[in-house]
């Protein structure tokens, strides 16, 4: 996919937030579709735990509509009238190079009349009441609007893996996401952290976690923290992650990283970037080279054309792929691998003596060919 694709993708995108604002009232099924692109969707949702009007964007795999089997994770954007369309841009180009699954993307902001997104996003985001912050302080009641509304609804109107969400934020939102970390991981999987306002409330960040690991030696999540080295809370960063990595929480992946020259706002686009990496990270298994010896021999798609697999070092490999040679390939669940820890999928065909026969591999965006085991 080309860049112009994705620069008009993410201009497209920008048009929602200056022109959705006319469909608060109401949501006619053909006021679903803003124009944005196919499969994406302008949704609302009128809580009735907070009273808050709720704006959701949404963006949807380019094959959702043909896949009607293929259920997909979800990643929860804060800030949606800030950052959803360039989360969308940047997940689509991850997504090109296949460091990233196919995702639903969903913009948590704001609707009404000309909305006080800050206002409105200090009150959600915030876990304490501060009486220099006006009406502060409702994280529990967010995370309650998380819970019982907005997940189930986007659970019941899309196909989901609800076992595979992911929650991002900055500033404000980061505070949140950091919150969620130790408030609501049941319901979301992977974190990532961007320049979070730790100062908030005398550091009541850091009280959260201690709070937490008095009572919790495990912690199963993914989890990406990270900052501007320009940004004014980077020592709050620093401490953040060396109080994290000393628990040791079974189960958590933990990264912290610095984004050198830039700032507040400006560390945002790698960020999110590295974030999802992180997130989305294919975690390969360990197989014997006698479990992988079946896999080894010869594969063929056309006379001429074929791959050998080999063991290199104790991993299956492509003995040469293109000009690279003695490539490796990554164990996922048994008879799936994936190349150099990419979406990329080799899945081995078996016949119906559980032999193997066959490999079918993606070999561009989309291009899925089979290739017959030769010997």
């Given at each position: ?293 079946k896999y080894v021999g010869t594969y063929r798609f056309a006379p001429g054309k074929e791959i050998s697999l080999i063991l290199h070092e104790g991993r299956l490999a492509i003995a040469q792929f293109g000009k690279q040679t003695n490539l490796p390939i990554y164990a996922l669940p048994e008879d799936a691998f994936s190349l150099q820890g990419t979406y990329k999928i080799f899945e081995f065909n078996k016949d119906n003596e559980g032999t193997i026969n066959g490999l079918t591999i993606e070999l561009g965006a989309d291009n899925l060919v089979t290739l017959a085991k030769v010997d």
């Amino acid at each position: 996919m080309s860049h112009l694709k994705y620069s008009a993708t993410f201009l497209i995108l920008l048009l929602i937030c200056a022109h959705a604002n006319a469909q608060e009232e109401q949501e006619p099924e053909a006021l679903r579709y803003q124009g944005m692109c196919v499969g994406s969707e302008t949704r609302f949702l009128n809580s009735k735990i907070n009273d808050k009007h709720y704006k959701l964007y949404i963006s949807l795999p380019d094959g959702y509509e043909t896949q009607k089997n293929e259920k997909y994770p979800v990643l929860y954007a804060l800030d949606g009238q800030y950052d959803f369309a360039s989360i969308v841009s940047i997940q689509g180009s991850l997504r090109y190079d296949r460091h990233s699954p196919e995702l639903i993307i969903v913009g948590v902001s704001y609707a009404g009349e000309n909305p006080d997104y800050e206002a409105l996003r200090a009150n959600d985001m915030t876990p304490t009441a501060l009486p220099q912050i006006k009406n502060s302080g409702d994280a529990e009641q967010f995370t309650a609007v998380f819970r019982s509304e907005i997940i189930p609804f986007i659970d019941k109107e899309y196909r989901t893996q609800t076992e595979n969400r992911t929650l991002t934020g900055t500033s404000f939102a980061g505070l949140y996401t950091h919150y969620a970390l130790f408030k609501a991981n049941d319901l979301f999987h992977n974190f990532v952290i961007c320049n979070p306002s730790y100062w908030y409330d005398n550091g009541y960040a850091f009280t959260l976690e201690k709070d937490y690991s008095k009572s919790n030696d495990s912690l199963k999540a993914n989890v990406f923290l990270v900052s501007g080295s320009l940004d004014f809370t980077v020592d709050l960063h620093h401490k953040m992650a060396e109080q994290i990595a000393s628990r040791k929480y079974k189960g958590l992946h933990f990264k912290s990283s610095i984004s050198e020259g830039l700032g507040h706002s400006g560390a945002k686009a790698e960020g999110y970037s590295k974030g999802m990496l992180h997130s989305f990270k294919i975690r390969d298994i360990e197989l014997s080279e006698a479990q992988l010896q079946k896999y080894v021999g010869t594969y063929r798609f056309a006379p001429g054309k074929e791959i050998s697999l080999i063991l290199h070092e104790g991993r299956l490999a492509i003995a040469q792929f293109g000009k690279q040679t003695n490539l490796p390939i990554y164990a996922l669940p048994e008879d799936a691998f994936s190349l150099q820890g990419t979406y990329k999928i080799f899945e081995f065909n078996k016949d119906n003596e559980g032999t193997i026969n066959g490999l079918t591999i993606e070999l561009g965006a989309d291009n899925l060919v089979t290739l017959a085991k030769v010997d």
